[in-house]
Every structure is written in structure tokens, then in C-alpha cells.
């Protein structure tokens, strides 16, 4: 069963920096999409990041594009968000997600991480 395991949330003053990691278990990742999602109070989840894990190519939405960057580490098991430049738009929970390279949508999903940035 796949699992995944976000952390490195918290609370930062905008214009600050936060890397957030993603602990994944359960599976190869090899064929594997990771996603970055996060969820503002009484907002839709939107999507932020995603990195395929055997390319390592990346993608990025437009409203963290320059700011934020994802990667991973395959000894570890684990995808980074890296964020920086923080606003307090950016204030969500984050979750990691994976899907195949075949699936269209994410079926894996972590339980969130909390990242507040203070004006």
C-alpha cells in the first residue's frame, strides 16, 4: 500500500522560504507522477507542483513558477517542495499525491501539511 508522509510545514514570514518533504513507501516510484496540491480555507484544492520521478522533469503552477521548485531523492524515497519568496496567498495545507504515468488523476494522497505565512 502506498503511503505518503508530508512534513516541514509551518510558520513563516512572507518573504521567507520552507521546504516541505514527502516520505513515500509502499511501492517503486519509478513510473510514478508526484504532486504538490494545497488547500486555502473555504478554497478548492488547486494544484502547485508536480515532478515525474523517473525523468525528474517538473511543472509548475503559474502562481509559484519562479519561486517554488520540486525534486526528489531517490535514496530516500522522498519529493521536496522548496519554496521560497513566500506570500500570504501561499498559506494552505500542502499534500503530496502520486499517481502512474498512465493515471489521470492522483490516487495517492498524503494527510497534509500545514504552512501559514504571516504578512
Known amino acids: 500500500q502506498v503511503q505518503l508522509v508530508e512534513s516541514g510545514g509551518g510558520l513563516v514570514q512572507a518573504g521567507g522560504s520552507l521546504r516541505l518533504s514527502c516520505a513515500a513507501s509502499g511501492r517503486t516510484f519509478s513510473n510514478y507522477v508526484m504532486g504538490w496540491f494545497r488547500q486555502a480555507p473555504g478554497k478548492e484544492r488547486e494544484f502547485v507542483a508536480r515532478i515525474t520521478w523517473s525523468s525528474g522533469s517538473t511543472y509548475f503552477a503559474d502562481s509559484v513558477k519562479g519561486r517554488f521548485t520540486i525534486s526528489r531523492d531517490n535514496a530516500k524515497n522522498t519529493v521536496y517542495l522548496q519554496m521560497a519568496s513566500l506570500k500570504p496567498d501561499d498559506t494552505a495545507v500542502y499534500y503530496c499525491?502520486?499517481?502512474?504515468?498512465?493515471?489521470?488523476?492522483?490516487?495517492?494522497w498524503g494527510q497534509g501539511t500545514q504552512v501559514t505565512v504571516s504578512s
Open positions: 499525491a502520486a499517481r502512474t504515468k498512465a493515471d489521470t488523476t492522483y490516487n495517492y
